[in-house]
């Protein structure tokens, strides 16, 4: 037995010494990395793209005519660069589009103060009214019962005050070099689709209690008093929305996380009586979506002081006017475009963002960043092919997504038509660590060899996460190396979430995000109404770019596809 395991030892160290002498080094072309990088550091297009983009064609909702619209500047902008194969991908599910034509609020008593506020997306429209305001503080559903009667024909405030705290630090930052070295020697984080927990299917009083405590476990220093403030924010919203709907109320109004004045703003809530799955939820846009009343976002400080003015028992009157248009329920879809590869051409490399943004700001970090990435990205690659004659072997194939806001639809949607599909399964049991589903594969699926996704803002970008894929990272590191910029070094097994490169990584493709510093993006921008191109740093988004077109480039002439990690959950069939 002891003779058989040595024998075994020294084969294994035989093929381990027979890897390291014979692997052949990555292959980097440094002569088109210098024409990459004096292309798009030298001669930029971006920030006129991104003026474009945000200026004149934002916002764009999914499903919107606004939507349409934007693709079309992005379809006949790629053409005239020479890049004529684009196509609309067309997917399900139906959604209504939304466009906010007129809005004002203003309080006209005791004290006149126009409000910074916006309506959320999908909201219902409300002829001009001045009305008086109440303010529904029940936090529990057995609280709303004292109410009963008191709402009809009033504008309702019904959410907590927030705290404002002034400033004292930088509310932008770039990553210090001791995160990205702690990112660069982390182990792969417990759990790659989220938290490791029990199956929170359902939101209600127990067991937030249970996810606040996984919370806290994995995440030191979380702030779960502001965490539990917003779950309790979720289970009881949705509840006072439909009493307040029942007992005749004009709308609703809510304050909005942020201060100075800077509101995050997204879709309008749906009433509900009692409990559903996480799964079974509809969205707002959802054709099958039940009645809704008006409902507007409101900043902390004029809402703390409608709040602070009823407590002293003045009276509060508001008025407000809204008009919105909606259009019948349609598909939504995605945007596509390639540069034809070579020898290679029925292989593909891909990168993407999503297309789609919120309203209340002109998506400028979320993610106009991420489309103008990718257009001048193609843009880069298709002037040195001209110039220079310098092709990718592979077909390089860009996908600027519809409805990533409402759930990832478009890329999912798009890779479940085009490359795997994975059977359906409880969203909150993804979620949070529980079975994926089985993956079907098609035939497109062994073409692809990685996609590549911008989504983080207008950070500089700092390296990549290899979302578990170790096999990918001496690529990365070569890669990263030869393109020369010590900035951009860090390379992690970490996961990260929350955008498209989800889909592609959820039935086992390679599917990457970039590491970009946050600088406000959390604190400012991402959907919020500062979302605009003023907030957009230059020269961070032209090494951007420049970058996507160099890691589309040489991933599209390497001799082998990109390497893939171990078979995603289910055996795949």
Not at 177 to 205: E, H, I, T, W
Not at 364 to 378: K, P, V
Not at 542 to 571: V, W
Request: net charge neutral; charged share 25%.
């Amino acid at each position: 037995m002891k003779r058989a395991v040595r024998i075994a030892a020294i084969c294994l160290l035989g093929v381990v010494l027979t890897r390291c002498v014979f692997a052949q080094p990555e292959k980097v072309d440094t002569a088109v990395v210098a024409k990459i990088k004096f292309e798009g550091i030298r001669h930029s297009q971006i920030m006129d793209l991104l003026s474009s983009l945000c200026d004149v064609y934002s916002p764009r909702l999914a499903w919107s005519p606004e939507y349409r619209r934007g693709a079309e500047w992005v379809t006949k902008k790629l053409g005239e660069w020479g890049i004529s194969n684009v196509t609309y991908d067309y997917w399900a599910p139906l959604g209504k589009g939304w466009t906010l034509r007129n809005f004002s609020a203003m309080v006209t008593s005791p004290v006149p103060y126009p409000l910074i506020a916006y309506p959320a997306a999908w909201s219902p429209g409300l002829k001009e009214r001045e009305a008086e305001v109440l303010y529904l503080d029940a936090t529990k559903a057995d609280e709303l019962e004292k109410y009963k009667g008191k709402l009809k024909g009033k504008f309702v405030l019904v959410s907590e005050p927030i705290e404002v705290k002034a400033h004292f630090e930088p509310q932008a930052s770039r990553f210090a070099d001791s995160v990205l070295l702690r990112m660069a020697n982390a182990d792969m984080q417990q759990g790659r689709r989220g938290l490791r927990g029990p199956g929170f299917n359902r939101l209600n009083a127990q067991n937030i209690d249970s996810m606040m405590s996984v919370m806290a476990s994995q995440f030191p220093g979380v702030d779960t008093a502001a965490m539990r403030r917003r779950f309790n924010a979720g289970v009881m919203g949705p509840l006072k929305l439909a009493f307040a709907q029942q007992e005749g109320a004009l709308a609703i109004l809510s304050a909005g996380q942020g201060d100075d004045g800077t509101v995050l703003v997204q879709s309008a809530l749906l009433p509900r009586t009692g409990e559903a799955p996480v799964a079974q939820r509809l969205g707002a846009y959802d054709p099958k979506a039940p009645e809704t009343i008006p409902q507007v976002v409101v900043a902390a400080e004029h809402y703390n002081r409608m709040i602070r003015m009823l407590k002293k028992g003045e009276k509060v009157n508001l008025a407000m006017g809204l008009q919105v248009a909606t259009t019948k329920p349609d598909s939504g879809f995605n945007i596509i475009a390639e540069i034809p590869g070579t020898d290679l051409k029925d292989e593909v490399v891909m990168s993407g963002g999503h297309f789609d943004t919120w309203h209340a700001g002109t998506g400028a970090t979320d993610n106009n960043t991420g489309t103008a990435t990718c257009m001048e990205a193609m843009r880069i690659l298709r002037v040195i092919g001209e110039k220079y004659g310098i092709r990718p072997r592979r077909t390089i194939r860009m996908g600027l997504w519809g409805a990533e806001e409402e759930g990832l639809i478009g890329s999912r949607e798009y890779v479940s038509q085009v490359f795997a599909k994975r059977d359906s399964v409880s969203g909150a049991s993804a979620m949070f660590g529980g079975p994926a589903g089985e993956i079907t594969k098609l035939p497109e699926y062994d073409h692809l060899s990685v996609y590549f996704n911008h989504d983080n803002g207008s950070g500089r970008v700092r390296g990549i996460y290899l979302q578990g894929n170790e096999a990918a990272r001496s690529i990365f590191r070569a890669w990263l190396t030869a393109f020369g910029d010590p900035t951009a070094q860090t390379i992690t097994i970490q996961n990260t979430t929350g955008t498209d490169h989800q889909s592609f990584d959820g039935v086992g493709l390679p599917g990457f995000q970039f590491i970009q510093d946050p600088l406000e993006y959390d604190s400012r921008t991402h959907h919020y109404n500062m979302d605009v191109y003023d907030r957009i740093q230059e020269e961070d988004m032209k090494q951007a770019a420049a970058i996507m077109a160099f890691f589309a480039y040489t991933a599209a002439t390497r001799d082998a596809k990109f390497p893939r990690k171990l078979p995603a959950s289910g055996t795949g069939r």
